[in-house]
C-alpha cells in the first residue's frame, strides 16, 4: 500500500511536516508494511518557509532587516542549497502583525525589509526565490523592497524620498544604473491569491488599505500616486500593467516584483505543489491524505488541501482528509475531490488542550490508525 501525506499546517498547533508525520504513524500502526511519503504543504502564506524548509532538507537562516516601521528586526527566510532557491514571506519582514495596531499607517510603513532578505539570499548564491506576499501591514507599491536592491526612487530634486507610501507623492524619476546585478540571473516565483489590481475602486488602496490603518482620505490620496508611479515606472518598463490580476497584492508589492524583477504571479497551492513534487508521487500512490486544522467553507475556496485533492482527481486517487475540527459546510469538501473526512477529536476538552502539540498528535494518529484499519479489512488479500 503507497500512501501519500501532504496536510496543511494545523496553526498554533502542529506544523505540516509534524501533522503528516503523526498521521504516518497511526497508519503504520495499522497497516505495518505501508510505504508512505509525507510531503510538506502549504499555500504561500503563513507557515510556508517552515513547511518547504522542513520538508525539502533545507535550512533556516537568521538576519537582521528594517521592519515596516523602520525598525531593525530579527526575522528569518529558508534556503534550500541544492537548488540556489530562498523561500521569503514577506510578512516576516514587512507584516501587519508586526505593526501595534495603534502604529498602522501605510504611509509610512516600508517594504524595504523584503529586499534586504533577498540581498542576504543573493550573497549566499541563491537564484531563484519563492516569496508568499500575503498579510502585508503596507501599502508603498514595494518601492521599499526595490530600493533595498538597488533601485532609485528620487524627488524633483533629486534626493531620495520617504519611505512608504508617503514618498510616492514626490517620486519624479526612477534610476536603474545601481540595481544590483544578479538579479538578472534570478527568476521570482511570487505565491499570489489576490487579483486584486494596483489602484481603482478594487485596489490595494481601497480594499485592504482600511486595515492597514488607512482613512478615507489616505485611500484616495495613496491610489492617485500609485497610479502616477505606475504611469513612470511604464516609461521604463513598458510592460508595466496596474491593471494586471494581483498588482494591487501586498500593497502593490505584486506590481513591483512583476514590473521590476521579471516575477510570475500564481496561486500559492499551484506553487508549492509544483515545488514539491507532489503530483509524481500521486501518479504512484493508492491514497491521498491531506486536510488542515478546520475544514469549512473556505477549504473549497482555493486553500491547499482543495488544491490537493483536485491534483489526486486528475489521476483518480482516492482522497482523505483529517482535521481538528469540521463547520457543517465541510460537506462541500466531497464535491471537490475529498471522498471522506474525518475530524479527530476524540473526547470533549477544551481549545486550549486540543491544540497542544502532543495532544494534537495523538488524536491525529489515533483517526488514521482506525481508518486504514478498515480501509486494511476491506481490501482484498
Known sequence: MNVVIAIDSFKGSLTSMEAGHALARGILQAVPQANIKVLPLADGGEGTVDALVSGMHGIPREVTVTGPLGQPILTSYG????????IIEMALAAGIMLIPEKKRNPLSTTTRGVG???VDALKL??????????????????IGMLQALGYEFLDNNGRVILPGAQGLKDLAEIRTQ??????QECTFRIACDVR????????????????KGAS??????????LSQYAALAKKTFPKADPDFPGTGAAGGLGFAFLTFLNGTLEPGIQMILDETGLEEQIKQADFIITGEGQLDQQTVMGKAPAGVALLAKKWNKPVIAFSGSVTP?????????????????????????????????????????????????????
Do not use: Y
Open 125 to 142: 548564491g541563491c537564484r531563484r526565490f519563492l516569496v508568499g506576499i500575503g498579510g502585508s501591514g503596507t501599502n508603498d507599491g514595494g
Open 116 to 118: 534586504e532578505m533577498i
Open 196 to 211: 486584486n489590481p494596483l489602484c481603482g475602486e478594487q485596489g490595494c488602496s481601497a480594499i485592504f488599505g482600511p486595515q
Open 329 to 381: 459546510e465541510a460537506s462541500l469538501c466531497n464535491q471537490k475531490g475529498i471522498d471522506a473526512f474525518f475530524p479527530v477529536l476524540r473526547q470533549i476538552t477544551t481549545l486550549e488542550k486540543a491544540m497542544e502539540p502532543d495532544t494534537a498528535k495523538e488524536n491525529l494518529s489515533a483517526a488514521a490508525e482506525q481508518v486504514f484499519r478498515l480501509i486494511h479489512m476491506l481490501q482484498p488479500n
Open 216 to 225: 478615507p482620505e489616505m485611500i484616495r490620496d495613496m491610489d492617485f500616486w
Open 178 to 183: 545601481n540595481v544590483l546585478p544578479e538579479l
Open 79 to 86: 534556503i534550500i542549497e541544492e537548488t540556489n532557491t530562498a
